[in-house]
């Protein structure tokens, strides 16, 4: 991903923030010449085991996600494939007529995280079950209602032989804040007032991270 100097993440947090708020990526991989590549919408997690502080560019963070078997891309994977993650934070589109500057040109705010990784499948129907069951846990603690899933576990055994389990070992990210760095302050401040008061989640959360980079 090319990142222009003044759009790059002020800190590692701001990527793991934006994975952990977003967990639904984009995986894709290469495929033949014939199929082309890969790439399926599916969710990650960190590996909850995992307790190390991440590296500048998140490499060593060890992620887990799963897809359908059914899926042609799973098919496709082996273990040692390298893929691509991309995680899509908060954005939105800015027009001119906020700048209340001449000339100006419209442009799209956005947020985004690409890991580049290596994948390793996982066979055992067991360590899928773990993984399911980590993956449950991990999202009814942050966006959830902290649904105990003791009475479904019965059901998770009969559904789990459909899941394709990964891990992935994350070799580098790239983190891009396009969040009108370029403009000058007070243009910067107008850009955030018009998006905090759309009413709408989407630029209520561009809005709360420019404020965060003044």
């Not at 701001?14 to 033949?32: E, I, K, Y």
């Not at 934070?89 to 947020?111: E, K, L, M, Q, R």
């Not at 360590?127 to 980590?134: F, I």
Request: glycine share 6%; with cysteine; proline share 7%.
């Amino acid at each position: 991903m090319f990142v222009p100097a003044h759009y790059r993440e002020p800190d590692v947090s701001w990527m793991v923030d934006l994975m952990r708020g977003n967990p639904l990526a984009l995986m894709a991989s290469n495929g033949s010449a014939t199929e082309g590549p890969f790439a399926t919408h599916l969710p990650v997690i960190t590996d909850p085991r995992w307790e190390e502080l991440p590296a500048a560019n998140l490499s060593g963070m060890p992620l887990l996600g799963h897809m359908n078997r059914a899926n042609p891309h799973w098919a496709a994977l082996e273990t040692g494939t390298a893929i691509l993650l991309t995680f899509t934070g908060p954005h939105a589109y800015v027009s001119p007529t906020v700048y209340d500057i001449t000339p100006a040109a419209p442009t799209w705010n956005f947020t985004s995280v690409h890991v580049h990784g290596v994948v390793e499948k996982i066979e055992s129907t067991e360590e899928t079950l773990s993984l399911v069951q980590a993956t449950v846990q991990a999202f009814e603690k942050e966006i959830g209602n902290s649904w105990d899933m003791t009475e479904s576990l019965g059901y998770f055994h009969k559904i789990v032989p459909a899941v394709g389990a990964f891990r992935v070992r994350v070799n580098r990210a790239e983190g891009m804040f396009k969040l009108s760095q370029e403009q000058r302050p007070e243009v910067r401040e107008r850009v955030v007032r018009s998006f905090a008061g759309r009413g709408c989640t989407r630029h209520a959360q561009t809005a709360d991270l420019m404020d965060r980079l003044s």
